[in-house]
């Protein structure tokens, strides 16, 4: 089946700081990818999305790119706030609407 | 963006009593509405997709007696835990959407659900 495996947390990071989260997958054929942030006391959000293979998707300073060839959708950052303190969860889909969340990774910035 | 609400935010219960979850959409109108559970430190799980109006369709796995799912209106759906125990306990989502499409669903905050 289809599954997502994103890098364990927590992880802890100066203001500034570089952040890369990886994401990889298993799936059959090419799925659209998303990256979903959740912040304290909210619900997820959409924060970038790639549909098909070499796709970058960016939003807020953030990026992934989908590699085919490495089954692979990681996040970066070139420099993180305070604000970008949350929960991160990869996510894949086949033109359908379930989703298929990898479990989350904690993100803590500071000052 | 579109605002999707829960209520309970956190709720403790005995064993053997239901609960019951609302997922509003305040907002916009929800043709199709998610419910999602997450245990700690994983992924979230598809539990079931309602459409307003029609029956639930639960995922494999799902008790659909167990975990009730109401989708009256296109701004509610409920989800009921009946006879809930303790391995029911997890952290409820629900997300809402229109035309199903997965790039507009929008997310509630979550339930803590704790059966004692």
């Known amino acids: 089946g289809n599954s997502v495996t994103q890098m364990e947390g927590p992880v802890t990071l100066s203001e500034e700081a570089f952040l890369t989260i990886n994401c990889t997958y298993t799936a059959t054929g090419y799925p659209s990818l998303f990256w979903y942030v959740q912040y304290p006391g909210e619900g997820l959000q959409l924060l970038l999305k790639a549909t098909k293979a070499d796709d970058k998707g960016s939003n807020k300073g953030f990026e992934a790119t989908y590699r085919k060839e490495t089954t692979s959708f990681h996040l970066e950052k070139g420099s993180v706030q305070v604000s970008d303190s949350a929960v991160y969860f990869c996510a894949l889909t086949f033109n359908d609407y379930k989703l298929s969340f990898g479990a989350g990774t904690t993100v803590t910035v500071r000052a | ?116």
């Open chain 2, 1 to 116: 963006g579109a605002v999707v609400s829960q209520h309970p935010s956190w709720v403790i219960c005995k064993s053997g009593t239901s609960v019951k979850i609302e997922c509003r959409s305040l907002d916009f109108q929800a043709t199709t509405m998610f419910w999602y559970r997450q245990f700690p430190k994983q992924s979230l799980m598809l539990m079931a997709t309602s459409n307003e109006g029609s029956k639930a369709t639960y995922e494999q796995g799902v008790e659909k007696d167990k975990f009730l799912i109401n989708h009256a209106s296109l701004t509610l759906s409920t989800l009921t835990v009946t006879s809930a125990h303790p391995e029911d306990s997890s952290f409820y989502i629900c997300s809402a959407s229109w035309r199903g499409r997965t790039d507009t669903q929008y997310f509630g905050p979550g339930t803590r659900l704790t059966v004692l």
